[in-house]
């Protein structure tokens, strides 16, 4: 028996930047975006059209704006189960405001400042009052809805002016709609903000242990306040955008959309227990969905079906990764 | 051969097969309903279907989204028009919402109709009620009348509180109210969103809440089943009578166990056929305008009034003489 350790090597990296790359959440992610793509142009005759494919961004637009900022949330460690429900208030908030005669910019003030007031609303209980986010938004879910219920019961409200229309309706250049600019646009802010601002790594600090975080000068409580203020800001958007969309405000308006832009968040690769994840991957999910669920929709999938399809690509595409590393230890050996 | 090769050739052969399809006219008619899974839709699907064998150069798309709501509906509705089907033959879940995305529809040369429940005039080119508001509003109420000599109190279970055909039935029933049925007290009008469990919860409330409730009154198939499994769970049968808008084949069982004495409703297999015969002629050049008269089959035929609407027929009432008959139907 010697007594010598055998040297040991020990690498920078894992893997090669290029092959980091390769097999990293974005790219798989990219992928699958691209072949259900290609799959969509050879399934329908009616999918490679400039117009259906403008069209079919409008499926998921402002779905994917509320999961931009939910991201950010999730990867802290919190998330927020209200944001259809602050959809539902600050579009009421916006009719109330028609009713007194406010116009066009007035209305989008008082949408956003909405979802703000919302937004800080949750924030507050969970950081003064140190209460679970999921149970505090699973109540305020219903709460915000409620209050639209209260002051429109089984009335709408309608006539919003015409310029209103252009958020939802209108087009920057030929195909390309506002919403869908307005996505582009945010997605590059929420990249920035993410990845090449210490804002962005005190979220990842947090979400991979906030008492590590807070103990390092991380103000915890602000940093998970802000967050909950820019969802809030975001679902106020995205209730501009969808009731210029619908030219109407009804107390149901929304109606089960907090659980698409989680299935959005989860599927572009956002650790549901927070500390990991990345915006491309966010956005790239949201395509894939709005991909999946317009190209089933020209071949007439019943929705039932299609609910079950994004079912099975949600744990497909979380379960690949496992599969592929499990392939690469095996084949190493 | 290399990959690029046949990828090329395969395009190129889709190219080829998918060009030579739409060779002949046919009329491509979109039935879109409120939500796949439900009775009444499908059997307005099977009429819709019996339209298309008739007029012969038709097919019929048959969807709907999963959950009841306008959003789903404009999701599959920019999938029809990307389609481009010649027609579209809605029962809207929301009158005001979907008018952006119809008004778009119509822009790109589709013929757009709603039926059973109806879209604001802006959005569609007619619109066919299943029968007359009124005449159903005041038939709900009879039909809790009939069977309670001495009055007493009634409840109404409806769909969803934004539902613009329950919610114009309830409101022609009230008025009715009054002089037609004076010994019926409405005492509460609940909201089971079309929704099994939500309605069994409401139905339940109900019972809670006024123990001398008489009849409870369901406009809506999903709410007057929940509602009748409730009475019949809870050993009810003979205290409280179930009525109101129920499908034949899945309300049979509670007529026969005696929590129903009678519902009603139009014939959803005609409502689908109408539809579709509409719907084709005004795909294929017939103008929608008030005083038009248009043919609807077997049916009979239809004459627009001022709004651009339409009455199919009236309601039918099913009870233990003929509920055998109608739910080997639908």
Known sequence: MSNTTPKRHLPDRLDSPLKAAFFSWPSLLLAVAVSIFIINSFASPYFLSPWALSDATFNFTEKAIIALAMALLIIS???????????????TMMGVALQFGADTP????????TGLICGAFNGALVTKLGLPSIVVTIGTMSLFR???FIILGDKAYKGYPESFAYFGQGYVYWVISFEFVLFLGLALVYYVLLHKTNFGRYIYAIGNNPIAAQFSGVRVARVKFVLFCLTGIMAG???????????????????????EVITMVVLGGINI???????????????IMGLVTFGLGLLNVPGIVMSIIIGALLIGVIALPTLLNMLRERLKK | MNILKKLAAATALTALVLGAAPAFAETKIALVVKALGNGFFDAAAKGAEDAAKELGDVTVIYTGPTSATAEGQIEIINALIAQQVNAIAISANDPDALVPVLKKAMSRGITVISWDSGVAAEGRQMHLNPSDTDLIGSTIFKLAADYLPDGGEVAILSASSTAANQNSWIDAGKAALPTMFPKLTLVATVYGDDDSVKSTDEAKGLIASYPNLKAIIAPTTVGVVAAAQVVTDMGLIGKINVTGLALPSEFKQFIDNGSSKAVALWN???LGYSAVYIAHALANGTEAKPGVTLSIGHVGEITLDDTNSAAMAAPFTFDASNIEEFSKIY
């Open chain 1, 237 to 259: 958007v995205a209730a501009v955008l969808l009731t210029s969309r619908l030219g109407s405000t009804r107390p149901s308006i929304a109606r089960g959309w907090e659980l």
């Open chain 1, 146 to 148: 409620g209050i639209s």
């Open chain 1, 77 to 91: 460690g919190e998330i927020d189960i209200s944001v259809a429900g602050i959809i539902a208030i600050s579009s």
């Open chain 2, 268 to 270: 959803p297999i005609d």
């Open chain 1, 106 to 113: 007035t209305l989008v003030i008082v949408g956003m400042l």
């Open chain 1, 273 to 287: 227990l927070g500390g990991s994840g990345t915006i491309q991957g966010t956005v790239i999910a949201a395509f």
